[in-house]
């Protein structure tokens, strides 16, 4: 990654971005988000690790506050510009530009 990708990386991972992120979270899910979750928890520590992560023996991560959890949780990520966790996480956003 280069080092402007990481700093934009590093700009969405901050306390303002997770209020962004919280506030649009009842928008709808982008069209072109495709998989699935791998239960790697990167999603879980956005800014700070969340204190309802936990780890099974498997080591996949597992939400102890999982049917309660708030929509910001349940729909990350929500679009591209939100998406910080691309190297662990199992959803991908296709391009959506005409061919």
Not at 28 to 47: D, E, F, I, S
Not at 62 to 78: A, D, E, H, T
Request: glycine share 4%.
């Amino acid at each position: 990654m280069t080092a402007d990708k990481n700093a934009k990386k590093r700009n969405r991972n901050t306390w303002s971005a997770k209020l962004k992120r919280t506030l649009t979270s009842v928008l709808p899910v982008a069209k072109n988000r495709r998989g699935k979750c791998v239960r790697c928890g990167a999603c879980c520590k956005l800014p700070n690790v969340c204190p309802w992560l936990a780890f099974d023996e498997q080591n996949h991560a597992v939400c102890k506050f999982y049917f309660f959890r708030p929509l910001n949780c349940r729909k990350y990520p929500r679009t591209d510009s939100e998406f910080i966790t691309p190297d662990t996480c199992g959803y991908r956003f296709e391009d959506t530009a005409p061919q």
